[in-house]
């Protein structure tokens, strides 16, 4: 699961390490929730007396919007005549009504047993639903007749549910089920299965039965249909509403089930636009004031240096949470539910007062809360050692965790004071009336407010960590949330920009294009404030290139430097070659330069969602390289000569830092990764022409010091010439050739040296320690007739020994005998010395063997 953007009270301190939040909670109060803060006094001198902005707004905010919504449900229930419904089912024939027991059996006997959703997954699994399941096509209605009752039905439900007026429930079967003796339905929620769905209906059958009862729940308050034995029983409720149905202790339950699909006209504007009741003209006026109030009052600072100002700017946002859950697909203002589409009128109605834009978004909110003592008096963590234990619901709500918890349910868990929290933005329908969009963008929490605090809420995880001795017994939940955003029009492109980058680019593309230049770049320099922190999240295709383009229009150096900066060089793809180009006709050489150098300087996290990793991008370096000098032949090789003296700077200190690592093997293991990215090099240095580059490549590869590299430099003369139609010319002039004698000589050096003789024990102790330890140990491995050392030594000069002998990967074995005082060290070399030296001379003789037949082979294509 990814982790989500934190906003931390004190931003400079781990999370874990706060022992107490910054801000305490007033009696009775929540914090992170819709509440107003004391602030300890330990803080309170640094802030002034009178703070300008006061929680106070937004809860005055939360509690005029709490009131609204009217006497609206969370589940209806209804029951009708059966004279208009007739329906057969295959293999069975016309089903009457009541439900006899034989015909139930009959019906059981053409059914499966049903299915539940988790996540994308369908699964069978009786424990969680003990069902049998007729699918709907084996099922027929006679729909002229059934729509007498049905369609009446669904205008009564709907003005239970309190859906808009202007629209109309339409309901599509989704299957028939019977519950049999001992069957159930565990606590769950209906998923959303397609666009517009906003509950479900349950039409029971009636039969002669006991127990099976629906039971649907909603933040606390429970609705219950237990059937009727001569009348149909009609049961709406909200998608998101957790129900179960209980076990049937004696005959059986039949009931058809419908996906319930809201349909209307799109979205309006103004009072009543998103359902519920029109809200009086006094009650808009005070909301769009408090409005205006919370989007114009500066926030106070918690800290601040001496010459700091104590107020940062008024919030760009209000961000109101909605109650009920939605998910992607069922996002509309149309399909809001209950209480929920009044709140969200009121808001729409008071924004054109305020002259704000509006939005519906969906939100991930995470809070960090203690855990306090249980009411069995002791702590459930501190017995787990300080364990971590993670719980997440599935889409039928049940919990399932990663191992077996502490204890069965993580509500067990007293919860305590907010330590920490998120809110972070992920989608949203932006004014006016678009079609949804991905985003991204956190929440502070001067901007949020709510009718309903988040902990009252079910959370679709949890993670519990026991206590670690300074932290811990702490619980991490997460939630998913609606709100409704409003913004001022004013600051509408900042808001929107921040939220979706994409979406900021192209408007300046946009406004570039219409001529519109000034505007554009005034537009530009209101993204730089924070510019580097949301473009790297973009992560669309494409989107470095769209900014090039951008910051190409703007004509101005600074402003387009500003714009490109957070971007890292592996983001750049062939198709970028000509916006790079144009850039560097634009902007010279220098800027260009400095461009370079930037990217490379961008930390290497910022890779995941712009770009690949820097050794994986260097395969696509021969590919930018020729884009390059396709476009422009001067300009382009330029940019390309330029883009290979950067990437040669990264790779070389890589390479560097791989020789500085001792252990000979782990050092090979190393070097591997750099074989395809040398070998690319070559070839856009080459195709680029920049033979400079390629000789500053080929000297540093030749060089005395680095000569561990011969492995890899064999492998990428290898990997150059399989398969391989380049010319010897071609070859040479790519420096391979020069890679290739290199290699051939270091070989020939060293089988020149005489092999080991056998009995020959001697090593050398590489490195430069010396101390008497090591002068001790390099004695004993020099020399070529001993294989054993006894070394009585206290406890941190064995150390010592230990480490030499394992930072060299040397064959000697080495054991402590803990009898004595002090311990003995006992070394011992292996018979790995001679295995090493007959498969390292066998490589060696290969390799030569090898390049010996390359040159032939290049002789031979060389002669006329």
Known sequence: MRRLTTIRHVRDEPRRRRLAPV???????????????????????????????EKKTLDRIGTLLAGLGGPTAFASKRTALTEDLHLEVKGVGPVRLPVSRAQAERLCSVARPAHYGQGERTLLDRGIRDTWEVPKSRVKVDERRWNRTLRPMLERVRADLGLPDSHRLRAELHSMLVYGPGQFFRTHKDSERSDGMVGTLVVTLPSSFRGGSLVIEHRGETVTS??????????????????????????????????????????????????????????????????????????????????????REPPDRLVFLLDHQYTERGLAWHGLKGEDAARAAALRAAAEVADCDVALALAEIHELRDCLVDDRGWDAGWYGGGHRRRWERDEDDQWYEDEPPPTDDPDDYPLGDLQDGSVTLTRWIAPPGRKPEDIHTSVSREEVCCATATRDLEPYASEYEGYMGNYGNT??????????????????????????????????????????????????????????????????????????????????????????????????????????????????????????????????????????DGVTWLSTLPGVTAALCEVDAEEGSMGARMLLEDRWTWLRKRIEETLAVLPPRRRERALEKWDDPVLAFFEAAAKAGAREVLDEVVGFLLEDENEPLLPCLMRVIRAAATGDSMTPEAWDASGLGALQTHCASLLKARLATPARAEGDWSLDLPGDCTCELCATLAGFLAASDRTHLEWPLAKQRRRHVHEALDRHELPVRHETRRSGRPYTLVLTKTEELFQREVAGRRRWRDDLEWLEELEERSCHARSP
């Not at 009696?27 to 640094?46: A, F, L, S, V």
């Not at 004696?250 to 209307?264: A, D, F, I, K, W």
């Not at 714009?563 to 983001?571: Q, S, T």
């Open 475 to 612: 619980m991490d939940r997460w939630y998913r949330r609606a709100a409704v955003v409003l913004w001022p029009r004013a600051r509408a492109f900042v808001v929107r920009a921040e939220a979706s980058p994409s979406w900021a680019l192209g408007t300046l593309r946009k406004r570039i294009r219409v001529g519109a230049v000034s505007e554009a770049r005034e537009l530009a320099r209101s993204l730089v404030p924070f510019w580097r922190g949301v473009a790297p999240r973009a992560g669309r295709r494409g989107f470095f290139g769209l900014a090039m383009v951008v910051a190409d229009g703007l004509d101005e150096p600074e402003l387009a430097a500003a714009l490109l900066d957070p971007f890292p060089v592996e983001a750049l793809t062939p198709a970028d070659a000509p916006a790079l180009v144009a850039l560097l006709e634009r902007y010279g050489e220098g800027w260009l330069r400095g461009m370079l150098s930037a990217w490379s300087a961008r930390d290497r996290y910022w890779v995941g969602s712009l770009g690949q």
């Open 23 to 53: 801000a305490r909670c007033g009696p009775g109060r929540e914090r992170g929730d819709c509440t107003n803060h004391e602030i300890p006094p330990r803080i309170r001198h640094i802030l002034p007396e009178e703070p300008v902005v």
């Open 226 to 311: 237990r059937g009727s034995a001569s009348r149909l029983s009609f049961v709406a409720f909200y998608a998101d509403c957790p129900h179960e149905v209980r076990p049937v202790t004696e005959g059986y339950r039949v009931s058809l089930t419908y996906n319930l699909m809201l349909e209307g006209p799109g979205t309006g504007v103004g009072p009543g636009a998103a359902g519920g009741d029109v809200v009086d003209a006094a009650t808009i006026g005070t909301l769009a004031d408090l409005l205006s109030e919370h989007l114009t009052t500066p926030i106070p600072r918690l800290y601040r240096g001496p010459n700091e100002d104590p107020f």
